[in-house]
């Protein structure tokens, strides 16, 4: 199953993807190892 998510980053920017394990990505998010809009905007929360 996918997964569409929708993060808020700090400066009040989004974020949106998708994948097949959720918690494993936002743990990706939440550690900077991910997309270059987030790492830079840390921290993230999940909106959707």
């Known amino acids: ?3 569409i998510y929708i993060l808020e980053c ?15 990505r936002l ?3 939440q550690q900077g190892e ?3 809009h987030t790492a830079k905007r ?3 929360k999940l909106v959707f």
Do not use: C, K
Request: proline share 4%.
């Open 42 to 44: 840390l921290p993230v």
């Open 34 to 36: 991910s997309a270059n």
């Open 27 to 29: 743990w990706q998010h």
């Open 10 to 24: 700090a400066d009040g920017s989004y974020y949106t993807g998708s994948t097949t394990d959720l918690e494993r």
């Open 1 to 3: 199953m996918a997964y």
